[in-house]
Nanobody, 125 residues
Framework: EAQLVESGGGLAQAGGSLRLSCVAS????????IGWFRQAPGKEREAVSC????????YYADSVKGRFTISSDNAKNTVFLQMNSLKPEDTAVYYC??????????????????WGQGTQVTVSS
């Protein structure tokens, strides 16, 4: 059974940094892209970033480009989301998700079959 576990969320001040981790188990990690999504209170869930396992291509939402970096540690089946220059509008529950490649679209939730439970990120001004 596929399982994804996020960690690393918490409280940060505007301009600060946090690093989220997503540990995957129960499936062949190399066959899946890993994406990060977030949902702020009262808003729809949105795609933040994604990394493909086939060639390491990375994708970012315009709102986080230049501030967030996605990476992976293949030996540990772990994907990281380094978040720098945090803004209050980054406050949300962050989810990682796994989607079998090739994806139709890195930002399409329906492409991702397995989801973690989420980790809260709160950025104070």
């Amino acid at each position: 059974e596929a399982q994804l576990v996020e960690s690393g969320g918490g409280l940060a001040q505007a301009g600060g940094s946090l690093r989220l981790s997503c540990v995957a188990s129960g499936f062949t990690f190399d066959d899946y892209a890993i994406g990060w999504f977030r949902q702020a209170p009262g808003k729809e869930r949105e795609a933040v970033s994604c990394i493909t396992r086939s060639d390491g291509t990375t994708y970012y939402a315009d709102s986080v480009k230049g501030r967030f970096t996605i990476s992976s540690d293949n030996a540990k089946n772990t994907v990281f989301l380094q978040m720098n220059s945090l803004k209050p509008e980054d406050t949300a529950v962050y989810y990682c998700a796994a989607g079998m490649e090739p994806l139709f679209s890195w930002s399409l939730e329906a492409d991702f079959a397995s989801w973690g439970q989420g980790t809260q990120v709160t950025v104070s001004s």
